[in-house]
Nanobody, 126 residues
Framework: QVQLVESGGGLVQAGGSLRLSCAAS????????AAWFRQAPGKEREFVAA????????VYADSVKGRFTISRDNAKNTLYLQMNSLKPEDTAVYYC???????????????????WGQGTHVTVSS
């Protein structure tokens, strides 16, 4: 059983930066792949970034490549999303997620993740 709590969201001007954090319950964090998803007002939830269990491998949605960086610190049971050069279209509720790895799983699908945080709001003003 894993509990996830996001933090770090807020209001930021376009071009600015934010770092989101996702704190996981102690003990088993390192066995899960993890990801960030977001949902903008009036839109469907979309994949943002994913990271392997060790943190060695990452993948990003095209819309955030070069601007966002996903990372994890397994010693601290924490997942991060560093967001730079923020744009108004980045405005959304951001969710962290964790799931048990499985062969042939699709990291970009929400169904691959069993545990979800409550979300943190990010608003980028223009």
């Amino acid at each position: 059983q894993v509990q996830l709590v996001e933090s770090g969201g807020g209001l930021v001007q376009a071009g600015g930066s934010l770092r989101l954090s996702c704190a996981a319950s102690r003990g088993t964090w390192s066995i899960f792949r993890a990801a960030w998803f977001r949902q903008a007002p009036g839109k469907e939830r979309e994949f943002v970034a994913a990271i392997s269990r060790s943190g060695a491998n990452t993948v990003y949605a095209d819309s955030v490549k070069g601007r966002f960086t996903i990372s994890r610190d397994n010693a601290k049971n924490t997942l991060y999303l560093q967001m730079n050069s923020l744009k108004p279209e980045d405005t959304a509720v951001y969710y962290c997620a964790a799931g048990v790895w499985r062969p042939n799983g699709d990291y970009g699908l929400g169904a691959e993740y069993q545990y979800w945080g409550q979300g943190t709001h990010v608003t980028v003003s223009s």
